[in-house]
């Protein structure tokens, strides 16, 4: 089985920064793509960031030029940098991760594991 465990969420202001971070732990032979997502109550998860096996990233418009998406393949964890933070970024952040596991043997398989969520709120 595989546990992703996600941390650093908090109070910030507007303005300020906060680095979350996302580790992941288990059977896991290879991480081919990670993700940050974020969710508000009554909406819909939406993407946030995506950073693929080859370090290609991907950004949702809203966050361009001030969250940053990066990983320690060593540690298997995702980063995610957020810098000038709004009051609309409050919400809870989740990161995703789609992997293949081992059990003797590399399965070869994509499976999609979700963190359990940290809460970001911007608020003077």
């Known amino acids: 089985q595989v546990l992703l465990v996600e941390s650093g969420g908090g109070l910030v202001q507007p303005g300020g920064s906060l680095r979350l971070s996302c580790a992941a732990s288990g059977s896991i032979f290879s991480i081919n793509a990670w993700g940050w997502y974020r969710q508000v109550p009554g909406k819909q998860r939406e993407l946030v960031a995506t950073?693929?096996?080859?370090?290609?990233?991907n950004y949702a418009d809203f966050v361009k030029g001030r969250f940053t998406i990066s990983r320690d393949n060593a540690e298997n964890t995702v980063y995610l940098q957020m810098n000038s933070l709004k009051p609309e970024d409050t919400a809870v952040y989740y990161c995703n991760a789609v992997l293949w596991q081992i059990h003797i043997t590399p399965d070869y398989i994509d499976h999609e594991y979700w963190g359990q969520g940290t809460q970001v709120t911007v608020s003077s």
């Open positions: 950073l693929a096996g080859d370090g290609t990233t």
